[in-house]
């Protein structure tokens, strides 16, 4: 999206959504590849909005990878995951986020709650796809 930082003066859009997309242009009986923007419609989104939105997906897909990561396939105490995450600028919300999105279940016990994920399910080496090879007359 393009948006106005400040517009005291309009008809309510504050900005336009739009596209970059390739395409293929003749030039002096040449072909060539170029980019070229597609206007979409009007949005009424202010950059404000639209920038806290992003840094709050940035910061909970953050928290979900490391959680993934720090938590593995064992199980941990709740508070041991909120103290871990503290030192890395995770609060209790982001992690409780972050744990509820990767299907976690907590279990009370005498010393407090556990935390466990479930087990990462990875596919057999043999099912993964080959890897690339190298492409020869490709033109670029």
Known sequence: ???????????????????????????????????????????????EETMEMSSEDKKSARATKWLRTYMGDEEHYARDVFKAGEAIQFDDQTLRGAYKKLGGKAEQKKDGWVWRLPVEEKPPIDSQPNPPTIARDVPW
């Open 1 to 47: 999206m393009m948006l106005n930082m400040k517009a005291n003066i309009s008809n309510g859009a504050r900005g336009m959504s739009y596209t970059v997309e390739s395409k293929e242009i003749e030039d002096e009986g040449k072909s060539i590849r170029t980019a070229v923007v597609k206007w979409g419609s009007a949005t009424t989104a202010n950059l």
